[in-house]
Structures are given as structure tokens and as C-alpha cells.
């Protein structure tokens, strides 16, 4: 199961982003627009952090077994949670398991740096509208995603010898903000908000690694910030 082979796929639809109801095990992709350009049904297979190269079966996920997240159980496991392991190596363990659960295609959705592997069913270029709910819950998901990252973030920033590690996620959220400010909250009220976010992360760098407690106290006030908007 080639994933660059999907990518290609969705390249083709002019696609620049997606809305995803994991609970529901429903995806859509959006143009630069924000038009629906192509849906389908989700499984997830693999989750794979950025932070400390590791991956989790995502049955195995506490989260996604709370909200009845469908899933793919890989049918050969040794353990819950891999260890020690590359992007690269997470994506050809979630292409076997999908393959093997009869997926269409496999999907990396990306979450700044890390990434959640979906096994991709029923998969239509279409169009269609979006519901109020599925608006809603692209907001909250923007939301919520910020609001990990900074906390994700200030943890490892926690450790002054992982500074170094924690200015360079920050480079990556903020490229990852970017990419929301362009295409995902565009027309959204958040928009300006995220702007703003990403002029602090460029400060918070600047500050670092000399300044890592003053840093600290500024991402503990921007998420408090970003929790009130949910």
C-alpha cells in the first residue's frame, strides 16, 4: 500500500487541508478554497510522535477507545507501543495493517510534526456542503490542536537540557500554524487570533535558550488564552 501514491491522488484534487471526525469515521479533504473536494470513511491504525520517535497502536489509545474511535487491530502484535522508531518505519507498520484490514489507501494526517495513520475506506472525489456541525468541530479541532501542541511543547521545554529540542518543535508548530492560517481558518474569526500565536512562537525562539522560564510563563498564558475560545 503506497502512501506517496494517495498523496499524488490528492494532489491531483488540488487538496490543501482535511476535516476529520475520528469518533464518526469520517474524513474530507478541502481545496485552497475550503470546497470539499473528495470524502471518505477512516479507521485509525497509528499514531507516531515527533517528540521522542515513538508509536502507538491506536486501539491501544486511551482518547480514541473514550470516544469509540473505529480502528484497525494489527492482526500480528508484539506491543501496545513502539519504541525507537522512525516516521518512515511507523507509516510500513500502519500500511500492513491496513492492507491487511482491506483499506482502499493509507493517509498520514498531519499534527505538526507527528502524524496519525488512517487506513482510508470508500474514498469518492466529490463535493459537498459542510454541515453546521462538521464547521463546529473544524473550529474545535483547530482549537484543540493548538492548545496540545503549546502544552506538548512546554513540557519538554520543562527539561532545560531539551531546549534545544523544544525550539525546534516550536519551528515546526509554527510552520504547521501557517498552513491553518492559510487554508484551514480562513474566514474563520481564529485566523487573527493564530497570526498572533504565530508572531509570539517566532518571539519565544528568539528568547530561548536563555530565557526558557520566561518562555515558559508566556505558553502557559497562551494556552489559558486559546482554552477560553473553545
Same mark, same amino acid.
Given at each position: 500500500?503506497?502512501?506517496? &501514491?494517495?498523496?499524488?491522488? $490528492?494532489?491531483?484534487?488540488?487538496?490543501?487541508? /482535511?476535516?476529520?471526525?475520528?469518533?464518526?469515521?469520517?474524513?474530507?479533504?478541502?481545496?485552497?478554497?475550503?470546497?470539499?473536494?473528495?470524502?471518505?470513511?477512516? &479507521?485509525?491504525?497509528?499514531?507516531?510522535?515527533?517528540?521522542?520517535?515513538?508509536?502507538?497502536?491506536?486501539?491501544?489509545? *486511551?482518547?480514541?477507545q473514550?470516544?469509540?474511535?473505529?480502528?484497525?487491530?494489527?492482526?500480528? $502484535?508484539?506491543?501496545?507501543?513502539?519504541?525507537?522508531?522512525?516516521?518512515?518505519?511507523?507509516?510500513?507498520?500502519?500500511?500492513?495493517?491496513?492492507?491487511?484490514?482491506?483499506?482502499? /489507501?493509507?493517509?498520514?494526517?498531519?499534527?505538526?510534526a507527528?502524524? $496519525? /495513520?488512517?487506513?482510508? /475506506?470508500?474514498? &469518492?472525489?466529490?463535493?459537498?456542503?459542510?454541515?453546521?456541525?462538521?464547521?463546529?468541530?473544524?473550529?474545535?479541532?483547530?482549537?484543540?490542536?493548538?492548545?496540545?501542541?503549546? *502544552?506538548?511543547?512546554?513540557?519538554?521545554?520543562?527539561? &532545560?537540557?531539551?531546549?534545544?529540542?523544544?525550539?525546534?518543535?516550536?519551528?515546526?508548530?509554527?510552520?504547521?500554524?501557517?498552513?491553518?492560517?492559510?487554508?484551514?481558518?480562513?474566514?474563520?474569526?481564529?485566523?487573527?487570533?493564530?497570526?498572533?500565536?504565530?508572531?509570539?512562537?517566532?518571539?519565544?525562539?528568539?528568547m530561548?535558550?536563555?530565557?526558557?522560564?520566561?518562555?515558559?510563563?508566556?505558553?502557559?498564558?497562551?494556552?489559558?488564552?486559546?482554552?477560553?475560545?473553545?
Amino acid at each position: 500500500m503506497n502512501l506517496e &501514491k494517495f498523496r499524488e491522488l $490528492l494532489d491531483s484534487l488540488a487538496v490543501k487541508s /482535511y476535516g476529520i471526525n475520528l469518533a464518526g469515521g469520517k474524513i474530507h479533504w478541502t481545496d485552497a478554497a475550503g470546497t470539499v473536494v473528495a470524502h471518505a470513511d477512516v &479507521k485509525a491504525v497509528i499514531s507516531w510522535a515527533a517528540t521522542n520517535n515513538s508509536a502507538m497502536w491506536a486501539y491501544a489509545i *486511551g482518547q480514541f477507545q473514550d470516544a469509540e474511535v473505529p480502528v484497525v487491530k494489527p492482526e500480528i $502484535l508484539n506491543s501496545e507501543q513502539i519504541g525507537n522508531i522512525l516516521d518512515v518505519q511507523a507509516a510500513e507498520f500502519a500500511a500492513k495493517a491496513a492492507e491487511a484490514a482491506g483499506a482502499e /489507501y493509507l493517509y498520514r494526517a498531519a499534527n505538526g510534526a507527528n502524524g $496519525l /495513520y488512517l487506513a482510508v /475506506y470508500n474514498f &469518492k472525489a466529490e463535493s459537498y456542503e459542510l454541515s453546521p456541525d462538521e464547521i463546529l468541530r473544524k473550529r474545535k479541532s483547530s482549537i484543540g490542536y493548538i492548545i496540545q501542541m503549546i *502544552g506538548s511543547i512546554s513540557e519538554i521545554l520543562n527539561n &532545560k537540557r531539551r531546549v534545544d529540542e523544544a525550539s525546534k518543535l516550536l519551528q515546526h508548530f509554527s510552520d504547521a500554524l501557517n498552513q491553518q492560517i492559510e487554508f484551514v481558518l480562513k474566514g474563520d474569526d481564529l485566523k487573527e487570533e493564530a497570526a498572533k500565536l504565530q508572531k509570539s512562537i517566532a518571539a519565544w525562539v528568539g528568547m530561548l535558550p536563555d530565557q526558557r522560564k520566561d518562555v515558559l510563563a508566556f505558553m502557559k498564558q497562551a494556552a489559558s488564552k486559546w482554552q477560553r475560545m473553545i
